[in-house]
C-alpha cells in the first residue's frame, strides 16, 4: 500500500504490522498527551512537585535526554570538523536522535513552566546573568539546527525526492551542512554548558554548587564532556536496539567501533575530570559551606554512598575501560554492557545533579523530603519516549536513514520488483531515473 | 527600568532583628503576615509542602533529654539575601525573565508576579525555602474577597511568590513623605505586618545601615547572627540568641568544627512547623 514510499532496495515489514507497532505506541504516546493537557489545563497540582521540589523528574529528563541527544553535535562534529567520515554511515540517525531527543526537550520544559503562555518571556525580559537563558537560547537554536539538519534527510524520500527542487535542495543542504554541523558543535557546547550550569551555579545548595572559571562553574565544563562522551553511545544503543527490532544489520562494525572508541576515551577523561572534581567538591568547596561528604548521603532513606558509586565507578570507569580497549569494542556483549552502563551512569548523573541537590537539607533544623512522581509526571516523561519511537519508525520505514542498508541487507531483485509493482509507482521511471543519476 | 534602580543613590538596607528568645511560637506573625499580604491557602493545609507561608515558623530542638530538653522558635522570612555583591541573591541571579529583583534602593528583593513563568529555578536556589510555587489558583471563602488587602495583587496559579517586606507599606509611605516634601522615613512610618503583629517585641524591622533605627544597634550583639552565612548569601536577617545551640543551629559545622563548640547544634533535627 505504502511501497511507492519505501527507500528502493531495503524491504520493510507489511503496512498492516507497522500499524500494530504504530498503533502500540500511539496509544502510549495518548495517555502522554492526556497527562500534558491534565497538566495544561489544571495547573502543575497534577504532579508531585511542592515547593521543596521545585525541579523534579521533567528536569532531570530535560538534562537527561539532551546529554543523550548529543551524539548529534558530536558525530556532527566529528565528521564535519574533524573530518572522520566513516560516520557518514551513522550521521543520520544520530541527527534523529538528537532531533527527538531536543523537541521532547523543548516539550518537556513547555509543560514544566507554571504558566506557559508566558514561556516567551524568558527571550523577551532575558535575564543575561541566568543560567536558564542561556539553555533556552542555545536549546532553541540548536534544535533549529537540527531540524535544518533532518530536512533534506525528509526530502530524501522516494516521492519527495522526485520533485526537482526538493532533490535540489536537498542536495545543496548536504553541501552546505559542514556550516550547520559547526554552528551546531558550538551551540551544544554553550546550552549542554549551562545545563551544568544550572545547578553549578546554585551558591545557596552546597550539594549541587562548584567553584570554576570565571563565571563558570566546573559543571558547565563537565556537562559538555560528559555529553560528548555519553551521548554517542546513546546514538550506538539505539541503532543496537533498531538492528534488534528490525532484525537486521543496519550499520557495519567499523563505524560503531570508531564511534566507540572515540566514545571510550572522552568517556575516560571525564571520569578522572569527574572524579577530580568530586573529590575537590568533597573536600574543599563543601567543607567550606560547613558539610561534609557523608552529610550527603546519610540520614535518609534513598541517597545514600551507593548513588555515587553507581555514577562514578558502574556508570563511569566500568564503560570507559571497556570502550577504551578493543578487546572490549569488538565483544558484543561487552560492548552492549558498556553503553547501557554508560546511559544509566549519565541518567545518574543528571538525576542528582536535579533531584538530590532538592533533597539535601540546607538549613540545620530542616529535613530531607523525599519525592515520588505523579502519573501525570510519569506519562509525560513517556511521552517523549512514545513519540521518539514513533518518529524513528516513521523515518526508518520512508527514509534512507542507514546509508549501509541496502549493501549490508542484499534482497533479491525479483522481491523488489514486485513490491514496486504492488504500489503505485511506475518501475521502470525509476530505473530510468537511476541510470541518468548513475 | 533596571538601569534607573542602577541610578539610585541611597544607602537604605531594609531588615530584621528578631529575638528568638523572645518569641513564643505564637504564630501571630504568620497570621499578620497571610492577612496583609493576601496570601491564599487550601481547605486542607496540612500538607505543608504545598502549602504558603510567606512567613514561617520552624520549632528547633536542642535535641537532649528531658529535663535538659530545650526548643526555640525561629520565625523565616525571605532572607532578603545580599550576595556577595550588591544584587547578587541566589534567587535575583538565576531568574531567566527577571522576574525577581534586587533593590539597590531599599536592599528589598521583588517578586513581579506578571513577569513570573512558574519556571521555579529560583526555588531551587534558596537554600532558605523561603520561595513559594502557585500550585492551585487562589480560592477565597465566600465573602472573604472582601477583606482582601486591595494595596495587594493576588497571584495566580502557575507563579512563584515570597515575602516582599510588605513593600507596599514603603511604597505607601514614600507617597506620603514625598506628599509632604520629605524624601527620607522616619523608623515607624514603614513597618511589616509581622513585625507589629508579633505580642512579644521579638521582631525589630528598619534600616540596617541607618543609626538612628533600631535594627542597627541590634544586629551589633554579640549574640546575632544570619541563617546560613557561610554560604555567602548575606542575608538581611538577624537573629539574637542567648543559647549557643540555638546560635549554632544557624550554620552548618563540620564534626571536627563541632569538636570546638560546647554545645552540638540541632543538626538535621526534624522541621516542625507550628
Known amino acids: 500500500m505504502d511501497s511507492a514510499l519505501i527507500p528502493k532496495g531495503v524491504k520493510r515489514c507489511s503496512i498492516g504490522q507497522f500499524a500494530l507497532f504504530m498503533g502500540f505506541f500511539g496509544a502510549i504516546a495518548l495517555w502522554g498527551v492526556y497527562a500534558m493537557l491534565l497538566c ?90 541566568s543560567m536558564l537563558t542561556e539553555v533556552a537560547f542555545c536549546l532553541s537554536c540548536y534544535f533549529g539546527v537540527l531540524t535544518i539538519e533532518y530536512i533534506p534527510l525528509i526530502l530524501e524520500n522516494r516521492q519527495a525526492d522526485k520533485v526537482p527542487f526538493f532533490h535540489k535542495l536537498s542536495h545543496n543542504m548536504h553541501e552546505n551542512m559542514a556550516i550547520f554541523a559547526a554552528t551546531g558543535a558550538f551551540l551544544s557546547f554553550f546550552h549542554q554548558g549551562s545545563l551544568g550550569g544550572v545547578s553549578g551555579v546554585l551558591f545557596g545548595r552546597p550539594f549541587g554548587y562548584r567553584e570554576g572559571l570565571f563565571i563558570w562553574p566546573w559543571t558547565f565544563f563537565l556537562y559538555t564532556w560528559s555529553a560528548a562522551a555519553y551521548g554517542p553511545c546513546f546514538t550506538v544503543l539505539v541503532t543496537k536496539i533498531t538492528e534488534k527490532v528490525t532484525g537486521k544489520k543496519l550499520v557495519k562494525d567499523n563505524v560503531i567501533e570508531l564511534l566507540l572508541k572515540i566514545s571510550g576515551w572522552m568517556l575516560f577523561t571525564y571520569i578522572i575530570a569527574k572524579i577530580i572534581d568530586t573529590w575537590y567538591w568533597a573536600s574543599v568547596t563543601a567543607p567550606a559551606a560547613g558539610f561534609s561528604l557523608i552529610d550527603f548521603y546519610s540520614n535518609n532513606p534513598f541517597y545514600g554512598i551507593w548513588i555515587l558509586l553507581l555514577e562514578i565507578v558502574i556508570g563511569g570507569i566500568v564503560p570507559a575501560l571497556i570502550l577504551i580497549t578493543e578487546k572490549g569494542r569488538k565483544n558484543k556483549f561487552a560492548m552492549a554492557l558498556a553503553i547501557i552502563l554508560a546511559v544509566i551512569g549519565v541518567c545518574i548523573n543528571r538525576w542528582v545533579m536535579v533531584l538530590q541537590v532538592m533533597a539535601v537539607p540546607v538549613m540545620t533544623f530542616d529535613s530531607w523530603v523525599m519525592y515520588f512522581p505523579s502519573w501525570q509526571e510519569i506519562a509525560t516523561t513517556i511521552l517523549p519516549v512514545a513519540y521518539g519511537v514513533l518518529l524513528i519508525g516513521i523515518s526508518y520505514r520512508y527514509l534512507p536513514i542507514f546509508p549501509q542498508e541496502i549493501e549490508l541487507n542484499p534482497i533479491e531483485e525479483d522481491t523488489v520488483a514486485d513490491k514496486d509493482a504492488e504500489g503505485d509507482v511506475v518501475v521502470g521511471e525509476n530505473l530510468v531515473e537511476a541510470t541518468e543519476e548513475g | 527600568m533596571k538601569k534607573e534602580h542602577k541610578h539610585v543613590k541611597s544607602n537604605k538596607k531594609y531588615g530584621m532583628v528578631i529575638d528568638l528568645d523572645k518569641c513564643t ?250
Open chain 2, 25 to 274: 511560637g505564637c504564630g501571630a506573625c504568620m497570621v499578620s503576615c497571610m492577612a496583609e499580604n493576601n496570601v491564599p491557602f487550601k481547605a486542607d493545609e496540612s500538607n505543608k509542602l504545598d502549602s504558603i507561608t510567606w512567613m514561617r515558623v520552624y520549632k528547633l530542638t536542642n535535641d537532649k533529654p528531658y529535663p535538659d530538653t530545650e526548643i526555640c522558635y525561629l520565625p523565616r522570612p525571605c532572607q532578603h539575601c545580599e550576595g556577595q555583591h550588591e544584587g547578587h541573591s541566589p534567587c535575583v541571579s538565576v531568574c531567566p525573565a527577571t522576574a525577581t529583583d534586587y533593590s539597590m534602593e531599599t536592599g528589598i528583593v521583588s517578586q513581579i508576579y506578571t513577569r513570573c513563568f512558574g519556571c521555579r529555578y529560583c526555588m531551587a536556589a534558596c537554600p532558605y525555602h523561603a520561595r513559594y510555587f502557585n500550585w492551585w489558583d487562589p480560592v477565597w471563602p465566600e465573602g472573604m474577597e472582601e477583606s482582601l488587602n486591595p494595596d495587594v495583587s493576588v497571584r495566580m496559579r502557575g507563579i512563584v511568590e515570597k515575602c516582599s517586606f510588605c513593600f507596599h507599606r514603603y511604597q505607601r509611605a514614600m507617597e506620603k513623605a514625598h506628599f509632604e516634601d520629605r524624601h527620607e522615613l522616619e523608623e515607624n512610618e514603614y513597618q511589616t505586618a509581622c513585625t507589629q503583629a508579633c505580642p512579644s517585641g521579638a521582631i525589630t524591622f528598619g534600616d540596617l545601615n541607618n543609626e538612628s533605627h533600631a535594627v542597627y544597634k541590634l544586629k551589633k550583639n554579640p549574640n546575632a547572627f544570619r541563617l546560613l552565612e557561610r554560604l555567602g548569601t548575606n542575608p538581611k536577617i538577624y537573629y539574637v540568641s542567648s543559647r549557643e545551640w540555638v546560635r549554632l543551629a544557624g550554620d552548618n559545622y563540620r564534626p571536627d568544627e563541632k569538636m570546638t563548640a560546647k554545645h552540638k547544634p540541632a543538626k538535621h533535627a526534624p522541621a516542625k512547623q507550628h
Open chain 1, 40 to 129: 495544561w489545563l489544571k495547573g502543575l497540582n497534577q504532579t508531585n512537585m511542592n515547593d521543596y521540589y521545585g525541579f523534579a523528574l521533567w528536569i532531570w529528563a530535560d538534562l537527561a535526554v539532551i546529554a543523550l541527544g548529543g551524539g548529534a553535535f558530536f558525530s556532527g562534529f566529528l565528521k564535519y570538523i574533524v573530518g572522520k567520515d566513516e560516520l557518514k554511515n551513522i550521521i543520520n540517525y544520530a541527527v534523529l536522535i538528537g532531533f527527538i531527543c531536543y523537541s521532547s526537550a523543548l516539550l518537556i520544559l513547555a509543560i514544566d513552566i507554571g504558566q506557559p503562555l508566558r514561556g516567551w518571556f524568558i527571550f523577551w525580559h532575558a535575564n543575561v546573568h
